[in-house]
């Protein structure tokens, strides 16, 4: 059973618009989260990243949020832009093992010019 | 600076063939993993190597060998391939003890028939 699930396979936005990508988790024991960003026939590239100190990280044009106790998190980029588009993996781990992550199966985002 | 490399890209097995995927990195980096990317299943951990001379399994371990030649590089082995191993296959590396981004190469698709 996957402890980490992305419920949207993909989603549309108009350039300049806001995207919303959504990741929840089962495990209540995870408290380090990543999203990575991948382009068709390359690796994961990493994004951003939160603790569960935190609530809210921001980089740039990406903002990931936390919500501990919805066990869900979420990746807001403002403004979209066509180079955006991509498959977006959350990925999740307990804190004392970095050397496992758990996925999504991945968003699939489309920025429309 | 290659970063992540794999080898080969494609590769099409017979069922029961061997085979040997290679990685390297020239990052200097401690930790290795391999995961394999299934449609709608998102990327999950074979094996890793969290330092040289050590390797543990991951999620989906079953039907796998790995060997950590050393600093650089690590290696996936099938010793006998099945249908069910058809996927494409991801190297990474991290830097180790609290940085948690991991760097991706670019995969291996492979086809088992």
């Known amino acids: 059973d996957q402890q980490v699930k992305q419920n949207s396979p993909s989603l549309s936005v108009q350039e300049g618009r806001i995207s919303i990508l959504n990741c929840d988790y089962t495990n209540s024991m995870f408290d380090y989260f990543l999203w990575y960003k991948k382009y068709p026939a390359e690796g994961p590239t990493f994004l951003i990243s939160?603790?569960?100190?935190?609530d809210k990280n921001e980089d740039g044009r990406f903002t990931v949020f936390l919500n501990k106790s919805a066990k869900h998190l979420s990746l807001h980029i403002v403004p979209s832009q066509p180079g955006d588009s991509a498959v977006y993996f959350c990925a999740a781990s307990d804190g004392n093992n970095f050397n496992k992550f758990y996925f999504g199966s991945g968003t699939k985002l489309n920025v429309k010019p | 600076n290659a970063g992540v490399t794999q080898t080969p890209k494609f590769q099409v097995l017979k069922t029961g063939q061997s085979m040997t995927l290679q990685c390297a990195q020239d990052m200097n980096h401690n930790s290795m993993y391999w995961y394999r990317q299934d449609p709608g299943m998102g990327l999950r951990l074979i094996y890793y190597?969290?330092?040289?001379?050590?390797?543990d399994k991951g999620e989906v371990p079953n039907g796998y060998n790995v060997s950590r030649l050393n600093k650089r590089e690590f290696s996936l082995r099938l010793e006998s391939a099945a249908p069910s191993q058809t996927s494409v296959y991801f190297c990474?590396?991290?830097?180790?003890?609290?940085?948690?981004?991991?760097?991706f190469g670019p995969g291996t698709r492979l086809t088992v028939l």
């Open positions: 190597s969290a330092s040289e001379g050590t390797t």
């Open positions: 990474a590396s991290r830097e180790g003890s609290l940085l948690v981004e991991q760097f």
């Open positions: 939160i603790s569960s100190i935190k």
